[in-house]
């Protein structure tokens, strides 16, 4: 009878085994003389990804890939108001200029997944904090723009790297103004009629109104028009 207990046992414990996940096993180098931190947000396919599951993983990667761990991320909860939830990287190398790359650990499909972001090592810098975190995004990134092409809305290069062009010129109502924020909800800068020069054309450069450079990731916009709303997505990468 007993031998028959324990026989059920293994079986139960060896299919237990294989209905569960099998995180990676990713180990961060060690001896390294130089670091750095990247506090980021990620998205996985336009949904957040925690760490509220704490079998979910994040990491960075050096040029060696899987087996150059630079950093496991610890997730930070959300800290409400001052806060949401983010992923803290103590990122280490050896060499400034190095090419990091990120990676995560889906556990609800037992899944990784490439993060489309990279960032250059750079010894004792700062990316992100915790109002305003690195934005890392995995999959195609949706723009969604509500209707746009009924309206004659078209964004082009979605990601862009340099300049993105806004052409509204098929638009049949004229744009009273076009604004962006982070994915925060904080307005980065806004665009007037004026800006559109009588040709529902406009370039952006990606800079604030400030004139300083955007940090990589996902931004929204709002184009007004005197009838309608419209909001959209748009990317910004290196």
């Known amino acids: 009878m007993k031998r028959k207990i324990l026989l059920i046992l293994v079986i139960l414990s060896l299919n237990a085994s294989m209905l569960f996940s099998s995180p990676p096993d990713w180990d961060p180098i060690q001896g390294t003389q130089y670091s750095m931190v990247v506090l980021a947000d990620i998205l996985l396919y336009d949904e957040p990804f925690t760490g509220i599951d704490s079998c979910n993983i994040a990491a960075?990667?050096?040029?060696?890939?899987?087996?150059?761990?630079?950093?496991?991320?610890?997730?930070?909860?959300?800290?409400?108001?001052?806060?949401?939830?983010?992923?803290?990287?103590?990122?280490?190398?050896?060499?400034?200029?190095?090419?990091?790359?990120?990676?995560?650990?889906?556990?609800?499909?037992?899944?990784?997944?490439?993060?489309?972001?990279?960032?250059?090592?750079?010894?004792?810098?700062?990316?992100?904090?915790?109002?305003?975190?690195?934005?890392?995004?995995?999959?195609?990134?949706?723009?969604?723009?509500?209707?746009?092409?009924?309206l004659g809305i078209s964004t082009y290069p979605n990601p862009f790297r340099h300049t993105i062009t806004f052409d509204l010129s098929k638009m049949q109502e004229r744009v009273e103004y076009l604004s962006i924020y982070n994915i925060k909800g904080c307005l980065i800068i806004e665009f007037t009629d004026n800006d559109f020069n009588n040709s529902n054309i406009l370039n952006w450069t990606g800079v604030d109104s400030k004139g300083n450079s955007i940090s990589p990731g996902i931004y929204l916009y709002k184009i007004n028009t005197s009838i309608f709303t419209t909001p959209g997505k748009i990317v910004f990468i290196h």
């Open 60 to 150: 960075a990667f050096g040029p060696g890939g899987e087996s150059d761990c630079r950093s496991l991320g610890v997730w930070q909860p959300d800290n409400p108001p001052y806060w949401d939830g983010y992923w803290y990287f103590t990122i280490v190398g050896n060499n400034n200029g190095e090419t990091i790359t990120f990676k995560i650990y889906n556990s609800n499909n037992d899944s990784v997944y490439n993060c489309n972001e990279e960032i250059n090592f750079e010894d004792g810098t700062t990316i992100g904090d915790p109002v305003n975190p690195y934005n890392l995004t995995v999959g195609q990134i949706s723009v969604n723009c509500l209707n746009s092409s009924t």
